[in-house]
């Protein structure tokens, strides 16, 4: 069956200016589904100002991979649907944050820290992804780096916890660096940043930026893994508990 993938986009800066819209006509949702389709994946798309911002229970429950991208209206996401997607993550569907989806509510909560906090500077400049984990399988097809002619900067410090694996590492024209892909587990869910995507630069059409979204989506595809039993619980084996007081009677009459 194949990997069921919801876009979804804040899809605020393409309507609002005709440059970014010129850059992605169709929305960033629209070009990111775009490519995923001809991957063979089945992908649906949701924006913020749909009903729900188009992530209700039933749309989360048929998502294997959710991909995330917000910029300006991050306090505009309603808390009961970043809880509604945590819960979701926690039980084992995949989620991509992309770019200055660093900031949205959901992956400051998936990440417990302040994940807002980092540089930035927006002066179009060439950026450097070097692939630093080169048996990670987000990193399957790609040459050792990546080179952006032109992208907003990133900076460290950028305020997340350690992350599980790390599988780019960005470098800028200024001088600054970023850990730019990064992965973490969080109950039977799996999480992937990706820094790569202002709305003003063409960076979603470039192939390799699509090959990495494409390998993240099958890596963050939730298993067919056990479900956890949390709370109160009866024992798994017979308990022989007046046998074991014994024991450790003998145990304390032998110091
Ligand atoms: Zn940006």
């Not at 959901?106 to 179009?124: A, P």
């Not at 780019?168 to 001088?175: L, N, V």
């Not at 989506?217 to 949390?230: E, K, N, T």
């Not at 798994?236 to 032998?254: N, P, R």
Request: glycine share 10%.
């Amino acid at each position: 069956m194949a990997i069921r993938v919801t876009v979804w986009n804040e899809y605020l800066h393409e309507v609002q200016f005709k440059e970014i819209a010129a850059v992605y006509p169709q929305g960033i949702h629209g070009c990111i589904r775009e490519f995923l389709e001809k991957e063979g994946f089945e992908v649906k798309t949701a924006t913020l100002m749909e009903p729900e911002h188009g992530l209700t229970q039933e749309v989360l429950d048929h998502t294997d991979v959710l991909i995330w991208w917000g910029h300006m209206a991050h306090h505009k996401v309603q808390d009961e649907i970043v809880e509604r997607v945590y819960r979701r993550v926690l039980d084992g569907m995949g989620l991509i944050v992309l770019h200055s989806g660093h900031a949205s509510k959901i992956f400051q909560k998936l990440c417990g820290t302040d994940s807002s906090r980092l540089k930035w500077r927006e002066d179009g400049e060439k950026e450097i992804l070097w692939v630093v984990d080169p048996g990670h399988p987000i990193a399957a097809g790609l040459g050792e780096k990546i080179i952006l002619e032109q992208e907003e900067m990133y900076g460290e410090h950028f305020d997340i916890p350690k992350p599980d694996e790390q599988v780019f590492i960005s470098w800028f024209q200024g001088g600054e660096v970023f850990r730019s892909g990064c992965c973490w587990h969080r109950g039977k869910g799996k999480v992937f940043y990706f820094r790569p995507g202002h709305e003003s630069f063409p960076v979603y059409y470039q192939p390799e930026i699509q090959k990495v979204i494409c390998n993240a989506v099958r890596w963050a595809a939730p298993v067919d893994g056990p479900d956890s039993v949390y709370g109160n619980t009866q024992p798994v084996v017979e308990l022989h508990l007046k046998e074991m007081k014994t024991i450790a009677g003998l145990h304390e009459s032998a110091k």
